[in-house]
């Protein structure tokens, strides 16, 4: 199951906050299928990889309110944790950075808080996406719900994709293939996450 974390609405299309909803789009694309069905308040499209069944989803909820859908889905669908794949934004990575990694805290990102209260479970894959940080902390909720600059779209777009083809690596090869390919801290940048 890969999700993309992000808030419903065109008022919240293509934002910051919303990369995760962008890189679940290019899957899709890369896929060439569509995320048209609703299940679980979710957007949804299930895909067979081989002997995989994968599906893909968009949860309708607002960001903060993720672990619904998500822990529907899991259950109708019977994909264990092990199997979840989470794509977000993170304001603590420089915009266009990727980290892939198993586990860890929610780093104060919403949508995977919700998840993790909700369903118990932190040792899932996550595919963050660097959107960065603005310079004064009373700026942070203008910042992840604008959309990037156009100094920041080029960078922005290659991570939304290259967060999709990492999605489908962890798949198909593993975290660590997925990590030594796509774990950078700046554009053109590779290495492992220690984080």
Request: charged share 25%.
């Amino acid at each position: 199951m890969v999700v993309g974390l992000g808030n419903p609405g065109l008022r919240y299309a293509h934002t910051r906050h919303n990369v995760g909803f962008d890189a679940v789009d290019s899957l899709a694309k890369l896929l060439k299928v569509r995320i048209s069905k609703t299940s679980c308040g979710a957007k949804i499209c299930r895909v067979n990889l081989g002997d995989i069944l994968l599906v893909l989803a968009k949860p309708l909820s607002f960001m903060n309110l993720s672990g619904q859908p998500v822990k529907c889905l899991a259950n109708a669908n019977e994909i264990p944790f092990e199997r979840w794949i989470f794509i977000h934004d993170d304001i603590d990575l420089p915009v266009g950075a990727l980290r892939i990694r198993l586990g860890g805290s929610s780093g104060g990102q919403k949508g995977i808080k919700s998840i993790q209260e909700l369903t118990g479970k932190t040792e899932f894959y996550r595919i963050k996406i660097g959107i960065g940080r603005p310079e004064t902390k009373e700026d942070i909720v203008d910042h992840v719900l604008d959309r990037p600059s156009t100094e920041e779209r080029d960078d922005l777009k290659k991570a939304i994709q290259d967060a999709a083809k990492a999605a489908l690596i962890i798949i198909n090869e593993g975290l660590e293939a997925a990590g030594n390919k796509f774990n950078r801290s700046k554009k053109g940048e590779n290495g492992q996450d220690n984080s």
